[in-house]
């Protein structure tokens, strides 16, 4: 994606020191362009913790590099110090699965490796293997879900194609072009017109300070909404099409994503409005089937709910907006059952939500 006219990732090597991972401190978007080192896996594990990186794709990206910094760190072959550092990285958060999916990778790679100069090099490429994987991932759904922007297009010739998106499945959630922006994106490049519609997604407001600003950079018509307005836009047929991200989905296609995409889901399945899911294969849970009793739900601090935050006088702030007393709650995510979903965009086609159709275009994985 462009970031002021430069294809730019969100996640790389240090150009001259490939000891040190640099990523973009997403805390401080829209507002200020941060570039963080990250030198150890601690610093990592603090980084996908208090969300500097967030995003499934990315999150699995950074444990991916996460796991390469702790191969420098380890004092000899054995493999027991990167076990432990996987576990402390799979422990910072809990729904987005290619987390555990990135980290188990690493030490499948390097568990035939028989010195500390194999592990080493091997972990560093199997690292950018998961974020070269994950861009080129990304850039085929784009592929796949252009054609459904497409085919609405065909049909109201000369107006845009308004499109639905919660939270941020964007390039920000991933290492490049995103899940559920790259069919917007690919729309946009290739002269389709298309609008989005960003909810703002409290409480981090990813939709306001992400989606808006990557769209905005890469020139995309976009408008922000507060976040139960879907539901009424759809009412008035002026949504054609929802694309979310998700963090997890089941081999039966239950979908977990940001708190909030079920409310969405319920009013497209009211108003007849397609709903469609973009993940990379790296994002499906093969071992799950029954989304809302298995995925794993990450509740935040009650703080998050009771603060706002942005730009005043040019200093970012916090604000208390609820009484200070009050008691809140943080729940990360919900999980959207698979018969409101109208299809999943993956690298290698879109396809029904069920089990079926799931395991029929990834039989090599779905095991
Ligand atoms: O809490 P976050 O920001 O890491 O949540 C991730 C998300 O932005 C969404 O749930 C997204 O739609 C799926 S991640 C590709």
């Known amino acids: 994606m462009n970031v002021n006219g430069t294809h730019t990732r969100t996640i790389w090597l240090h150009p001259s020191n490939p000891a040190i991972v640099q990523i973009i401190d997403q805390r401080a978007l829209p507002h200020k362009w941060v570039i963080e080192d990250l030198t150890c896996v601690e610093e990592v594990a603090t980084a996908i913790r208090e969300m500097h990186v967030r995003g499934a794709g990315l999150i699995g990206a950074t444990a991916g590099y996460g796991m390469y910094l702790a191969t420098l760190e380890a004092k000899n072959e054995s493999l027991e110090s990167l076990r432990s550092a996987g576990e402390s990285l799979k422990a910072t958060r809990p729904t987005a699965v290619n987390l555990a999916w990135a980290v188990d990778r690493q030490l499948a790679a390097v568990s035939s490796c028989s010195s500390l100069e194999e592990i080493r090099a091997t972990a560093k490429k199997t690292a950018q293997t998961i974020a070269d994987e994950d861009a080129e991932a990304c850039r085929k759904i784009g592929e796949h879900g252009v054609e459904l922007i497409r085919k609405i297009a065909e049909k ?114 009211d108003n007849g409005v397609p709903f469609f899911v973009a993940l990379p294969s790296s994002s499906f849970d093969w071992k799950m089937k029954d989304g809302i009793k298995e995925i794993p739900i990450e509740e935040r601090g009650s703080e998050e709910v009771k603060y706002a935050d942005g730009l005043c006088d040019g200093i970012l702030r916090e604000v208390l907006v609820a009484p200070s007393n009050t008691p809140a709650a943080n729940y990360g995510f919900d999980v959207t059952p698979a018969r409101l979903i109208s299809g999943l965009i993956t690298e290698r086609g879109i396809c029904e939500a069920n089990e079926a159709s799931i395991t029929a275009l990834f039989p090599d994985l779905a095991g």
Request: proline share 5%; with cysteine.
């Open 156 to 269: 109201k010739p000369g107006t845009p194609v308004h499109v639905l998106t919660h939270c941020n499945a964007g390039w920000l959630a991933f290492v490049d072009y995103g899940s559920a922006t790259a069919p917007i994106y690919a729309a946009h490049d290739s002269g389709t017109p298309v609008h989005v519609w960003v909810d703002e997604t409290r409480p981090r407001s990813q939709g306001a300070k992400l989606t808006a600003w990557e769209l905005g950079q890469h020139g995309v018509p976009h408008t922000l909404i507060a976040d139960n307005t879907g539901g009424h836009l759809m009412q008035h047929g002026q949504v054609d099409l929802v694309i979310v991200g998700t963090d997890r989905t089941t081999r039966s296609g239950d979908v977990a994503n940001k708190i909030g995409t079920y409310l969405k889901a319920l009013a497209a399945k």
